[in-house]
């Protein structure tokens, strides 16, 4: 039973230890230093602990199992959390074949801030729409855009920071 315990206790500490690890580099990524480094602080004590466990006991294999599995589902809880907690902005840019079908004003009155730039693909026109906004309202802009202008080209990249434009006023 001790041997059971031990590993479940190996197991689940390292997913608990790699998930902060994953969002300590995320959350240092975007700018929250000081959240990072307490994260860092008990990921860290987590970590010796279980390594000090395993390490003492490397004639008991189901130990280090348990430690590697563990660091594996680590990495994809911790991936979960994250895409749960959708930190931060990002920028989409819509590329679009027609602008005369009222998108960019669908997407505006959304609350969406659009910025329209025109362009020569290889087909022609094209128009792209920059619009920055919170990673938790992706989906919402994908929905809009499946219904109004399926044949969108999106990419999504990443904002670390940005200063001024038009944003959405949080509801309290």
């Known amino acids: 039973m001790d041997v059971l315990f031990q590993t479940l206790f190996i197991f689940f500490a390292r997913i608990v230890d790699v998930s902060m690890g994953t969002l300590r580099m995320i959350l ?4 929250y230093r000081r959240i990072a480094a307490c994260i860092g602080f008990f990921e860290v004590m987590i ?3 279980i390594l000090g466990k395993v390490v003492g006991s490397l004639n008991n294999p189901i130990y280090i199992v348990a430690y590697c599995a563990g660091y594996a589902s680590g990495n994809f809880v911790g991936s ?3 895409e749960r907690l959708s930190i931060g902005r990002l920028i989409a840019q819509i590329i679009i074949k027609d602008i005369s079908n009222g998108i960019v004003e ?3 009155d959304s609350g969406y801030g659009v910025t329209v730039f025109e362009g020569e693909g290889r087909d022609g026109k094209r128009y792209m729409l920059n619009v920055i906004l919170e990673r938790k309202k992706i989906k919402a802009l994908y929905t809009l855009l499946d219904k109004n202008e399926s044949s969108a080209f999106v990419t999504t ?3 670390r ?3 001024g434009g038009y944003f959405q006023p949080k509801k309290m």
């Open 28 to 31: 240092l990524v975007k700018g």
């Open 47 to 49: 970590y010796i602990i």
């Open 80 to 82: 979960k959390i994250e």
């Open 106 to 108: 669908k997407l505006r």
């Open 157 to 159: 990249m990443d904002i």
């Open 161 to 163: 920071s940005s200063l």
